[in-house]
C-alpha cells in the first residue's frame, strides 16, 4: 500500500541516511511518520476496520504529505526532480530505439 511503503521508505532516509537523507529535518519528520504508522497499524490490527475505507487512506496519505512538507520538502523535491530525470532518459532512450528501428526498415 501507498501509504505503507511511503512511510517505511521516508523513514529509513531519516534515519539510515539514506539517499537524500541530509534534506531531511529528522527529528519533525519522524514524530509524523510514527503517527501516521500508529494509525495504520492501529487499522491492521483491527480497530475499526469496516469503517476504514479507500478514501481514508487517501486523505491519510494526503494529510502526512502536508505535515511533512517543513520537514522534508526538500527530500522530496530531491526525490521527483532524481524521478523526473530518469524518466525523461527512458524516453529518449525508447525515441532513440524507436528512430533505429524504423531506420533499418523494422527489422532488429
Same mark, same amino acid.
Request: proline share 1%.
Given at each position: 500500500n *501507498?501509504?505503507?511503503? #511511503?512511510? #517505511?521508505?521516508?523513514?529509513?532516509?531519516?534515519?539510515?541516511?539514506?539517499? !537524500?537523507? =541530509? &534534506?531531511?529535518?529528522?527529528?519533525?519528520?519522524?514524530s #509524523? $511518520?510514527?503517527?501516521?504508522?500508529?494509525? &495504520?497499524?492501529?487499522? =491492521?490490527?483491527?480497530?475499526? *476496520?469496516?469503517?476504514?475505507t479507500?478514501?481514508? !487512506?487517501?486523505? *491519510?496519505?494526503?494529510?502526512?504529505?502536508?505535515? $511533512?512538507?517543513?520537514?522534508?520538502?526538500?527530500?522530496?523535491?530531491?526525490l521527483?526532480? =532524481?524521478?523526473?530525470?530518469?524518466?525523461? +532518459? &527512458?524516453? +529518449?532512450?525508447?525515441?532513440?530505439?524507436?528512430?533505429?528501428? =524504423?531506420?533499418?526498415?523494422?527489422?532488429?
Amino acid at each position: 500500500n *501507498k501509504l505503507e511503503a #511511503f512511510i #517505511f521508505e521516508t523513514r529509513s532516509a531519516a534515519t539510515s541516511g539514506g539517499k !537524500f537523507s =541530509e &534534506l531531511i529535518k529528522n527529528d519533525e519528520c519522524v514524530s #509524523f $511518520l510514527n503517527a501516521a504508522e500508529e494509525w &495504520l497499524y492501529d487499522y =491492521e490490527n483491527g480497530g475499526a *476496520k469496516d469503517d476504514v475505507t479507500k478514501d481514508d !487512506f487517501v486523505n *491519510k496519505y494526503n494529510a502526512l504529505i502536508q505535515e $511533512l512538507e517543513p520537514s522534508c520538502s526538500d527530500y522530496r523535491k530531491a526525490l521527483e526532480e =532524481e524521478r523526473m530525470k530518469k524518466e525523461k +532518459e &527512458l524516453e +529518449e532512450g525508447a525515441a532513440k530505439a524507436a528512430a533505429e528501428l =524504423e531506420a533499418s526498415g523494422g527489422k532488429d
